[in-house]
Each structure stands twice: as structure tokens, then as C-alpha cells.
């Protein structure tokens, strides 16, 4: 979480972007100087709210965030640790089992290709379907009071770019060039 990029908005302004512990400490500090506006906290990459413990000083704070690292995954069961191989069950018809074992190198190898091929195929279609999840979700926690929210939500879904964008212009100077940032690669 420490290096994770962060946004923190007291109410509809902008308070603080950055690493989680620069975030962290802006908002420490806002909520001690009796910040009276609802402070969120969201990743900058996926437009999920965050949720840090902001209690005690910045080196309890600190210490926090630094024990919050991800571990590594444990190998688990069966599989090739080695290469990050990893046995999960899998449930298809028996057509498809017939048609996996068939195929050169067996059910395994035939699946990783396929899941391969499928994630070269639809990468653009991926980043877009995340970008307007991203922005969506940001827009939902900021702006879902705001005109034309749900007519703006309408256009991200449908692709319509200068619509969105037009829609969103009104809205609090922070909260919109936040939201078109997410939504650079929804249209």
C-alpha cells in the first residue's frame, strides 16, 4: 500500500494526490485543523475507495502502511511453484474435456493458450470495460448528487465521449478533471 497511488477529496476539492503515506498524512493533517467536509480516499488506478487507519502520530501511521505490504503468495498444493503454476479445478462438459485431451500437449497446455489468445484479443476491450468501471465508481462516491450524473453515466456506458464530457463540465473543478482522467481510456 505505501507506494499504491492515492487521491483524497474533502468534499467536492481536492486534498492531497500522491503515495499513500504523502495521502495519509495530508489528510491527518486536514482532519486535525477541523476539516468539517466529508474526506474519501480513492486508488488513482481503479477509482476504489481506501480506507486508511490514520490514528496516532505519522510514524504510527507510517508503520501502519508498511506492515499493510501484500506478502507473497504462499505455493499452494499441487502445480509448478517454480513457474507460478498454481492447480485449480476447473469444471467443463465432457465435449470439452474430449476436445482438451486431444489437442497436443494435453488439457493444460491447450487452456493456457486459449486463455492467452483470449486475453491478446480482448485487451482493448478489457482496459476499456476498467476504465469506465473506474470512473463510474469515483463518479458514484463524488459526484452522484450532481447534474446530469445519470445522463453522464449513460454517455461513459454508450462510448459517447464529447457527450460525457460536455456533461461533466459543470461539475466541481476537482471531481471533473479527476473523472475525465479515469475515463481517458473508456472511450
Known amino acids: 500500500m505505501m507506494n499504491a497511488a492515492l487521491i483524497a477529496f474533502a468534499g467536492t476539492r481536492r486534498l492531497a494526490r500522491g503515495e499513500a503515506l504523502a495521502v495519509a498524512l495530508a489528510v491527518k493533517d486536514a482532519q486535525d485543523a477541523g476539516e468539517e467536509a466529508p474526506i474519501l480516499i480513492f486508488d488513482c488506478a481503479t477509482g476504489r475507495p481506501v480506507d486508511l487507519d490514520l490514528r496516532g502520530t505519522p510514524d504510527d501511521i507510517r508503520a501502519r502502511l508498511e506492515e499493510e505490504a501484500p506478502e507473497p503468495p504462499q505455493p ?94 459543470p461539475w466541481p473543478e476537482d471531481i471533473r478533471e479527476q473523472v475525465m482522467e479515469l475515463a481517458e481510456d473508456a472511450f
Not at 499452494?76 to 507460478?84: E, S, V
Not at 450524473?149 to 461513459?156: I, K, P, Y
Open 76 to 169: 499452494r498444493g499441487p502445480g509448478r511453484p517454480r513457474l507460478g503454476v498454481v492447480a485449480r479445478e476447473v469444471t467443463l462438459l465432457p465435449r470439452h474435456w474430449e476436445w482438451l485431451s486431444s489437442q497436443p500437449g494435453g488439457a493444460s497446455v491447450m487452456l493456457r493458450k486459449l486463455v492467452d489468445e483470449a486475453r491478446r484479443t480482448s485487451e482493448a476491450q478489457d482496459r476499456i470495460r476498467e476504465a469506465r468501471e473506474a470512473t463510474y465508481r469515483f463518479m458514484v462516491a463524488t459526484a452522484g448528487n450532481e447534474t446530469d450524473f445519470e445522463e453522464a453515466s449513460r454517455a461513459l456506458f454508450a462510448g459517447e465521449a464529447g457527450r460525457f464530457a460536455m456533461l461533466v463540465e
